[in-house]
């Protein structure tokens, strides 16, 4: 089995960014391998994290992310094949869309198409779902389109959210489902026979 070259995009911290780093160095069967991540903030911890592990980042502006002839001539000088987002807050431009079709993953933490779309990441989604008084909660691994929060599904987890619970436990529930899940995920959809 080949492994997916990826490129992973990210705003934040890093935490799916470096679990999927570790998971494709794992084994030689792991179907990943990390060439490198983007990010669109200076200040993320991400740059950091990469870093530490030894992917090459390259931090973009929104009008570098959007430019063909920035994004396009960096992604396949490193050989990348697919894009799997790890807490981007940007949307993907078309051409990328265009150029992976079918290749661009992301991880929302919520069951989709509940506590989607625009503004809904992170600690705000967490949030909601106690607010709602939901009983259960989880992760939606999906295809990326043009839509926002989009994109046909590939895979969900749940997890319960017991009476009483804080915007935190719903969080920490969420991460051990994302660590547990995504690179797994983006290994079986992703990786060429």
Not at 103 to 121: A, T
Request: charged share 20%; hydrophobic share 45%; glycine share 10%.
């Amino acid at each position: 089995m080949k492994p997916s070259v990826i490129a992973i995009f990210a705003s934040g911290s890093g935490s799916n960014a470096e679990n999927i780093i570790a998971y494709s160095r794992a084994g030689a069967d792991s179907g990943l391998e990390v060439a490198l991540v983007v990010c669109n903030r200076p200040d993320a911890r991400v740059i950091e994290r990469a870093g530490r592990l030894g992917v090459p980042v390259e931090v973009l502006t929104r009008a570098e992310i959007n430019d063909p002839a920035v994004m396009l001539p960096m992604l396949d000088a490193c050989g990348v094949d697919a894009i799997v987002l790890a807490g981007f807050l940007l949307m993907v431009p078309d051409f990328l869309l265009a150029r992976y079709p079918g290749r661009i993953i992301n991880i929302h933490p919520s069951l989709l198409p509940k506590f989607g779309g625009k503004g809904m990441y992170g600690r705000h989604i967490h949030e909601a779902v106690v607010a709602a008084g939901e009983t259960e909660t989880g992760i939606t691994i999906h295809h990326v389109s043009s839509e926002c929060d989009g994109g046909a599904i590939i895979f969900q987890a749940t997890v319960a959210v017991a009476p009483g619970a804080t915007a935190d436990d719903v969080e920490t529930s969420i991460h051990a489902l994302e660590r547990t899940h995504y690179p797994r995920v983006l290994a079986a959809t992703l990786s060429r026979r």
